[in-house]
Nanobody, 126 residues
Framework: QVQVGESGGGLVQPGGSLRLSCEVS?????????IGWFRQGPGQEREVVGC????????YYADSAKGRFTIFKDNTKNTVYLQMTSMKVEVTAVYHC??????????????????WGQGTQVSVSS
């Protein structure tokens, strides 16, 4: 049974860093598939942050995440990470990871991800 679950959220000051974890079960990170990170801020629609495709080891980042966020995986721990640095107030949101088997052309499309975690709150505030 496929399951994904996020952890690592919390309160961070502007400019700080935080690492979120997405622990998965029911599949391995060298199978076909991808993990996407998505977020939903207060009063906002859910949006993609970035994704990693396992077999291709390809990553995608939204423009807002480029240069500050990094997605990587540890196959031995069956965990995908979202490392966030130089965090701004506007990245405050509930962050979700999700598993799917999207083609590379639609890697960033949340409709391609069938299994979602509960989400973890990330707040950036002074």
């Amino acid at each position: 049974q496929v399951q994904v679950g996020e952890s690592g959220g919390g309160l961070v000051q502007p400019g700080g860093s935080l690492r979120l974890s997405c622990e998965v079960s029911g599949f391995t990170l060298d199978d076909d598939g991808a993990i996407g990170w998505f977020r939903q801020g207060p009063g906002q629609e859910r949006e993609v942050v970035g994704c990693i495709s396992f077999a291709d080891i390809m990553t995608y980042y939204a423009d807002s995440a480029k240069g500050r966020f990094t997605i990587f995986k540890d196959n031995t721990k069956n965990t995908v990470y979202l490392q966030m640095t130089s965090m701004k107030v506007e990245v405050t949101a509930v962050y979700h990871c999700a598993f799917g088997v999207p083609p590379l052309s639609t890697l960033r499309d949340e409709a391609e991800y069938a299994f979602w975690g509960q989400g973890t709150q990330v707040s950036v505030s002074s």
